[in-house]
């Protein structure tokens, strides 16, 4: 099974850029769907992003609007997601996620079973 770490959280002004990475270990990487969500104080986790094993089909929570670009290196096992235009309702902790399996259709629809701790992500007015 694969452990999942993230790391690029941190506090930006509005309108500002953020770029996370989840690096995967202890598993085939490549053989993974790898997702991002994100939690709110007192929120339900939300889908972000997803992007399937080969990098060559994504899928993007309505609210990302074009600002957020997910990509992957299955060479270094990780994982990124270029936040672009933050706004403060973007502010909550980011988890990275895996599910198992060469799927490219249904990202945001699959079981992830596989999630990392988590990085903030605080977005100031």
């Known amino acids: 099974q694969v452990q999942l770490v993230e790391s690029g959280g941190g506090l930006v002004q509005a309108g500002g850029s953020l770029r996370l990475s989840c690096v995967g270990s202890?598993?085939?990487?490549?053989?993974?769907?790898m997702g991002w969500f994100r939690q709110a104080p007192g929120k339900e986790r939300e889908f972000v992003a997803a992007?399937?094993?080969?990098?060559?089909?994504?899928d993007y929570a309505d609210f990302v609007e074009g600002r957020f670009t997910i990509g992957r290196d299955n060479v270094q096992s990780t994982l990124y997601l270029q936040m672009n235009s933050l706004k403060p309702e973007d502010t909550a902790v980011y988890l990275c996620?895996?599910?198992?399996?060469?799927?490219?259709?249904?990202?945001?629809?699959?079981?992830?079973?596989?999630w990392g701790q988590g990085t903030q992500v605080t977005v100031s007015s």
């Open positions: 996620a895996a599910s198992f399996g060469r799927v490219s259709s249904g990202l945001r629809r699959l079981q992830y079973n596989y």
């Open positions: 202890g598993g085939s990487f490549s053989y993974y769907v």
């Open positions: 992007i399937n094993w080969s990098g060559t089909a994504t």
